[in-house]
């Protein structure tokens, strides 16, 4: 059983940054990928990004790319979510995941794994 834990959320002014975390527990963390979605209110939970086992791949949705940036340490079994230029249209509930499956982690059907989430509000 792996447990998510994010953290870093708060309230940030439009054009700034942020980076989230995302502490994974109770399994071995290199096995999974790893990935960010994100749910505003009102609407479903999209696809952020997502980073392979070790690393060398990540994807993005096209809202974010060149803006956010994945990454993974897993001597430290954390995954992190870089966010520059925030904008308001960001400002949701980001939720780490754990998947088998690098190929379908866009979807969330294919996470294994949950944390529950933190808030991140973008003001202007």
């Known amino acids: 059983q792996v447990q998510l834990v994010e953290s870093g959320g708060r309230l940030v002014q439009a054009g700034g940054s942020l980076r989230l975390s995302c502490a994974a527990s109770?399994?071995?963390?290199?096995?999974?990928?790893m990935t960010w979605f994100r749910q505003a209110p009102g609407k479903e939970r999209e696809f952020v990004a997502r980073?392979?086992?070790?690393?060398?791949?990540?994807d993005y949705v096209v809202s974010v790319k060149g803006r956010f940036t994945i990454s993974r340490d897993n001597a430290k079994n954390t995954v992190y979510l870089q966010m520059n230029s925030l904008k308001r249209e960001d400002t949701a509930v980001y939720y780490c995941?754990?998947?088998?499956?690098?190929?379908?982690?866009?979807?969330?059907?294919?996470?294994?794994?949950w944390g529950q989430g933190t808030q991140v509000t973008v003001s202007s």
């Open positions: 109770g399994g071995t963390f290199n096995n999974w990928a």
């Open positions: 995941g754990a998947t088998s499956s690098y190929s379908r982690a866009t979807m969330r059907q294919a996470i294994d794994y």
């Open positions: 980073i392979s086992w070790g690393g060398l791949s990540t």
